[in-house]
């Protein structure tokens, strides 16, 4: 009797706890946030999943997970500076204001980012995405110069090969099937994704397969992109899940782990494993003849292990490296050139006059209207493809803002008092669509970015972040984009498909859904 009355006592007691702590606190402290800042600061608020039910709400009611952001310059006079959140227990704020953004950037060390699912904790926890303080800096300064401008132009050829590979491909295809419709994104990322495996392995991924469940094998490529969606696919439908990864955070594979996880921690080990036979293997070669080093990252990084006995690098920083570039270099650059096709299918004056503007500087030097002849230095004369760019990530930017961080301190953002453990964000999306800044906010113009054209305030169009943990890959995506819509533009005529009606959705990356939202004709120049 006794016994049963204890666990009654201490069940409810815990149910107790519950309550107050995931339900009623984070309420209480949002009210305290309104009270305290009242206009400056607009609060949303859901129990359990918080912020992620409004993006749920905001795609069924508009078609566009980011919809409450876009408008809500304007609903709100340009007022607003922050606004507050929750998810699950726990609070935070997101910066709008360009002022405070620029400031929550400049004390990047205040903040740490938050492992937003479990597999991105198990394949990047080694990486410079994830990395702080001083083993960060040493990251960024290794990896850094082969992202500079100049050492980009090593990967230039191999740039231009893929896309004409792709565009080959494609050209096959319609011989089959002239309507086959094409899916602007997935068909940018079978080049972003062929890009950036190839700047890290000096190969292409097509020959290194993954055994999959069903006895077939995928190339690793497809495999990592494919246990991203799904690790971020089973954490939005499992509420249990949910409520392990907020208690247990980075432990949850490790107690009591359920089926699902057991399945997905299973692919990451042979992920890993499959990387690491790579790298093992390229050690030896190297070890054996270090003349055969190629300027690829993982020929780069093995180098210096072999010559520098005093680095710190390890294979697991290796491999976690390749598969943070591949993850934040692939669906980002795909997304960007993917909105870009799109808007050109919509525009066709636009589309006419980029394909006139890659016809005219490719001919400048070559008697071809083919992106082979297509010299690195000319891609700063791209003035309108560039905008183009500029504009789709403007209107679409696949980073609407960045990682989630936690604070790790108690610190002041502008009048704002951010206490040690709350969550830090900053959204882009909201000053780029904001009609203060941008007159005909929602309207596809890219002339506003052309050269001579009044800048707006560099703080307000932010789309590859700022400060020292902006985006490391920022002139290589650029790069990738224009050589993508250069060959396309000369390939094919982009045609809208006029019954599609296209959503935007917030899933890792914003973007479009679906995406099979144009024709491609072939062109013969
Ligand atoms: C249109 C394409 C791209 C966009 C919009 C984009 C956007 C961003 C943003 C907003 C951040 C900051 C994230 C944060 O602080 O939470 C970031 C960081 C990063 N990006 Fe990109 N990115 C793009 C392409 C690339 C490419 C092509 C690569 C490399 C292949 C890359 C590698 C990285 C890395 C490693 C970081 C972390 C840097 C650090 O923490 O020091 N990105 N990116």
Avoid at 454 to 473: A, H
């Amino acid at each position: 009797m006794s016994f049963i009355f204890f666990t009654s006592i201490i069940i409810l007691f815990g149910i107790i706890i519950f309550i107050y702590r995931f339900l009623l606190l984070p309420k209480i402290r949002l009210i305290q946030i309104k009270r305290k800042y009242g206009d400056k600061i607009k609060i949303i608020h859901h129990y359990g999943p918080g912020l992620l039910v409004e993006y749920k709400k905001s795609y069924i009611q508009n078609k566009d997970s980011l919809n409450f952001l876009r408008h809500m310059a304007n609903q709100n006079g340009n007022n607003i500076q922050a606004y507050a959140f929750n998810i699950g227990a726990s609070v935070g704020y997101s910066f709008v204001d360009p002022e405070l953004i620029k400031l929550v950037h400049q004390n990047h060390d205040a903040f740490q980012k938050i492992d937003v699912s479990q597999a991105i904790a198990y394949l990047f926890s080694n990486s410079l995405l994830l990395a702080t303080g001083k083993n960060w800096q040493k990251q960024r300064q290794f990896l850094g110069k082969s992202f500079h401008y100049d050492e980009i132009k090593n990967y230039f050829p191999s740039i231009k090969e893929i896309c004409l590979q792709v565009s080959d491909r494609i050209r096959d295809e319609l011989i089959k099937n002239p309507n086959k419709e094409i899916k602007v994104v997935k068909t940018c990322e079978q080049i972003t994704s062929e890009v950036v495996f190839k700047a890290f392995f000096g190969s292409t991924s097509e020959n290194i397969l993954i055994n999959t469940d069903d006895e077939g094998s995928v190339p690793i490529s497809q495999e990592l992109v494919s246990i991203i969606v799904d690790s971020f696919r089973i954490l939005q439908h499992n509420k249990l899940l949910q409520l392990k990864s907020q208690l247990l955070k980075r432990k949850t594979f490790d107690i009591f782990p359920l089926k699902e996880e057991t399945k997905l921690l299973n692919r990451l080990i042979q992920l890993k494993q499959t990387c690491k036979n790579i790298v093992l293997k390229r050690q030896q070669e190297l070890i054996l003849d270090p003349s055969a080093c190629k300027k690829n990252f993982l020929d780069l990084y093995l180098k210096e292990m072999i010559q520098n006995v005093n680095n710190e690098i390890t294979i697991e920083e290796i491999i976690d490296n390749f598969c943070a570039l591949f993850f934040a270099g692939t669906d980002t650059t795909g997304n960007m050139t993917g909105a870009a096709l799109y808007f050109l299918s919509l525009n066709p004056s636009i589309q006419q006059e980029a394909r006139e503007e890659a016809m005219q500087i490719i001919k400048q030097k070559t008697d071809s209207s083919e992106i082979k002849g297509l010299q690195f230095e000319d891609l700063a004369k791209f003035d309108l493809i560039n905008s183009i760019l500029k504009e789709s990530l403007r209107l679409v930017p696949p980073a609407s803002g960045v990682f989630p961080r936690i604070s790790n301190k108690d610190i002041k953002i502008g009048q704002f008092e951010v206490k040690k453990g709350d969550l830090v964000n900053t959204h882009f999306i909201y000053n780029q669509s904001n009609p203060q800044v941008f007159a005909n906010q929602d309207q596809f113009n890219p002339y506003r970015w052309m050269k001579g054209k009044e800048q707006v305030n560099v703080f307000s169009f932010t789309p590859f972040s700022l400060g020292p943990r902006n985006c490391i890959g920022q002139h290589l995506a650029m790069i990738e984009g224009k050589c993508i819509l250069i060959n396309f533009l000369l390939n094919f005529d982009i045609i809208p498909i006029p019954s599609k009606e296209v959503h935007y959705d917030m899933k890792i990356i914003y973007g479009l859904n679906p995406d099979n939202l144009v024709y491609f004709r072939p062109r013969n120049n």
